[in-house]
Protein backbone atom coordinates (compact mmCIF):
# COMPACT_ATOMS: atom_id res chain seq x y z
CA UNK A 1 0.00 0.00 0.00
CA UNK A 2 1.14 3.42 -1.14
CA UNK A 3 0.67 6.62 0.70
CA UNK A 4 0.14 9.90 -1.26
CA UNK A 5 -0.03 13.17 0.44
CA UNK A 6 -1.82 15.81 -1.67
CA UNK A 7 -1.23 19.28 -2.19
CA UNK A 8 -3.45 21.91 -3.97
CA UNK A 9 -1.92 25.34 -5.41
CA UNK A 10 -1.90 28.61 -4.16
CA UNK A 11 -4.37 30.08 -6.40
CA UNK A 12 -6.61 27.33 -7.75
CA UNK A 13 -8.46 27.35 -11.23
CA UNK A 14 -12.50 27.96 -11.52
CA UNK A 15 -12.57 24.83 -13.29
CA UNK A 16 -12.91 21.66 -11.26
CA UNK A 17 -10.89 19.60 -13.71
CA UNK A 18 -8.17 22.07 -14.36
CA UNK A 19 -8.17 22.23 -10.75
CA UNK A 20 -7.76 18.61 -10.27
CA UNK A 21 -5.28 18.74 -12.85
CA UNK A 22 -2.76 20.85 -11.14
CA UNK A 23 -2.90 18.53 -7.76
CA UNK A 24 -0.01 17.50 -6.80
CA UNK A 25 0.91 13.78 -5.23
CA UNK A 26 3.68 13.00 -3.31
CA UNK A 27 4.66 9.82 -2.26
CA UNK A 28 5.76 8.85 1.23
CA UNK A 29 8.65 6.92 1.77
CA UNK A 30 11.96 6.01 -0.60
CA UNK A 31 12.35 7.66 -3.76
CA UNK A 32 14.19 5.67 -6.56
CA UNK A 33 14.46 8.05 -9.05
CA UNK A 34 16.26 10.54 -6.57
CA UNK A 35 18.40 7.64 -5.57
CA UNK A 36 19.95 6.64 -9.15
CA UNK A 37 19.57 10.25 -10.59
CA UNK A 38 19.39 12.88 -7.07
CA UNK A 39 20.47 16.63 -9.00
CA UNK A 40 18.03 15.52 -12.74
CA UNK A 41 15.37 14.15 -10.30
CA UNK A 42 15.57 18.17 -8.42
CA UNK A 43 15.95 19.98 -11.63
CA UNK A 44 12.54 17.78 -12.96
CA UNK A 45 10.93 18.99 -9.70
CA UNK A 46 12.29 22.48 -9.82
CA UNK A 47 14.28 22.60 -6.10
CA UNK A 48 16.57 24.99 -7.08
CA UNK A 49 17.60 25.68 -3.37
CA UNK A 50 17.77 21.88 -2.39
CA UNK A 51 19.87 21.19 -6.01
CA UNK A 52 22.22 24.04 -5.00
CA UNK A 53 23.04 22.81 -1.15
CA UNK A 54 23.50 18.64 -3.16
CA UNK A 55 25.78 20.49 -5.54
CA UNK A 56 27.64 22.03 -3.16
CA UNK A 57 27.57 18.76 -0.60
CA UNK A 58 29.15 16.74 -3.32
CA UNK A 59 31.63 19.35 -4.35
CA UNK A 60 32.59 19.56 -0.55
CA UNK A 61 33.31 15.82 -0.62
CA UNK A 62 35.78 16.16 -3.23
CA UNK A 63 37.50 18.65 -1.58
CA UNK A 64 37.30 17.01 2.35
CA UNK A 65 39.30 13.97 0.72
CA UNK A 66 42.72 13.48 -0.91
CA UNK A 67 42.71 13.02 -4.71
CA UNK A 68 44.74 9.44 -4.09
CA UNK A 69 43.05 6.20 -4.52
CA UNK A 70 41.56 6.11 -1.09
CA UNK A 71 39.99 9.36 -0.84
CA UNK A 72 38.38 8.69 -3.70
CA UNK A 73 37.17 5.06 -2.39
CA UNK A 74 36.29 6.99 0.60
CA UNK A 75 34.54 10.13 -1.63
CA UNK A 76 32.28 7.50 -3.35
CA UNK A 77 31.03 5.38 -0.08
CA UNK A 78 30.61 8.72 1.24
CA UNK A 79 28.37 9.78 -2.28
CA UNK A 80 26.36 6.80 -1.67
CA UNK A 81 25.70 7.36 1.77
CA UNK A 82 24.13 10.90 0.92
CA UNK A 83 22.67 9.54 -1.68
CA UNK A 84 20.47 7.02 0.20
CA UNK A 85 19.67 9.72 2.86
CA UNK A 86 18.81 11.62 0.51
CA UNK A 87 16.09 9.18 -1.48
CA UNK A 88 14.91 8.42 1.95
CA UNK A 89 14.55 12.71 2.47
CA UNK A 90 13.59 13.49 -1.15
CA UNK A 91 9.78 13.43 -0.97
CA UNK A 92 10.00 15.05 2.23
CA UNK A 93 12.00 17.63 0.78
CA UNK A 94 9.22 17.94 -2.01
CA UNK A 95 6.27 18.66 0.02
CA UNK A 96 8.33 21.22 1.85
CA UNK A 97 8.93 22.35 -1.51
CA UNK A 98 5.87 22.62 -2.60
CA UNK A 99 4.65 24.37 1.04
CA UNK A 100 7.30 26.98 0.24
CA UNK A 101 5.71 27.88 -2.39
CA UNK A 102 2.14 28.36 -0.95
CA UNK A 103 0.78 24.75 -1.92
CA UNK A 104 -2.15 23.45 0.61
CA UNK A 105 -2.14 19.80 2.21
CA UNK A 106 -5.61 19.14 0.24
CA UNK A 107 -5.60 15.27 1.75
CA UNK A 108 -3.80 11.93 2.34
CA UNK A 109 -4.55 9.08 -0.52
CA UNK A 110 -3.64 5.46 -0.37
CA UNK A 111 -3.50 2.56 -2.76
CA UNK A 112 -1.75 -0.87 -4.87
CA UNK A 113 -0.40 1.90 -6.64
CA UNK A 114 -0.35 5.97 -7.87
CA UNK A 115 -3.99 5.41 -10.34
CA UNK A 116 -5.44 3.64 -7.76
CA UNK A 117 -4.36 6.47 -4.74
CA UNK A 118 -5.68 9.25 -7.05
CA UNK A 119 -9.17 6.96 -7.50
CA UNK A 120 -9.55 6.48 -4.29
CA UNK A 121 -8.39 10.51 -3.35
CA UNK A 122 -11.15 12.13 -6.21
CA UNK A 123 -13.72 9.46 -5.24
CA UNK A 124 -14.01 11.52 -2.10
CA UNK A 125 -12.50 14.79 -2.94
CA UNK A 126 -14.88 15.60 -5.72
CA UNK A 127 -18.46 15.29 -3.65
CA UNK A 128 -16.63 17.86 -1.31
CA UNK A 129 -15.85 20.25 -3.92
CA UNK A 130 -19.44 20.36 -6.02
CA UNK A 131 -21.58 20.68 -3.02
CA UNK A 132 -24.81 22.65 -3.07
CA UNK A 133 -25.85 26.16 -1.37
CA UNK A 134 -27.32 25.23 1.65
CA UNK A 135 -29.89 27.00 2.54
CA UNK A 136 -30.03 28.38 6.41
CA UNK A 137 -31.90 25.80 8.97
CA UNK A 138 -35.06 26.79 10.22
CA UNK A 139 -35.31 27.83 14.07
CA UNK A 140 -36.05 24.36 16.20
CA UNK A 141 -39.68 24.40 17.41
CA UNK A 142 -40.31 24.64 21.03
CA UNK A 143 -41.80 21.00 22.66
CA UNK A 144 -45.34 20.74 23.89
CA UNK A 145 -45.82 20.06 26.98
CA UNK A 146 -47.37 16.42 26.26
CA UNK A 147 -44.32 15.56 24.21
CA UNK A 148 -42.08 16.68 27.08
CA UNK A 149 -43.95 13.86 29.77
CA UNK A 150 -43.62 11.06 27.39
CA UNK A 151 -39.82 11.16 27.45
CA UNK A 152 -38.08 8.10 28.71
CA UNK A 153 -36.03 8.43 31.89
CA UNK A 154 -32.51 8.77 31.30
CA UNK A 155 -30.42 5.84 29.90
CA UNK A 156 -33.90 3.77 29.32
CA UNK A 157 -34.47 3.46 25.42
CA UNK A 158 -31.56 5.17 23.92
CA UNK A 159 -28.96 4.31 21.97
CA UNK A 160 -25.63 3.81 23.07
CA UNK A 161 -22.45 4.36 20.49
CA UNK A 162 -19.61 3.02 22.45
CA UNK A 163 -19.49 4.33 25.39
CA UNK A 164 -21.22 7.43 25.26
CA UNK A 165 -25.30 8.04 24.85
CA UNK A 166 -26.33 9.49 21.70
CA UNK A 167 -26.81 13.40 23.31
Known amino acids: MTVYSVYEPPLPAPDLTERADRLAFVKEGFSWPAFLVP ?11 EFVVLVLVYIGLQLAF ?12 ASFAIAVLFAFEANDLRAASLERRG ?4 GVASGRDRIDAERSFFHVWLPQQVR ?3 E ?24 VIGLFPRP
Open 39 to 49: LLWLIYYRMWI
Open 66 to 77: DPDSQGHALTVW
Open 103 to 106: YQLA
Open 132 to 134: PAR
Open 136 to 159: PAAPPEPRRESEARTLLPRGEGEE
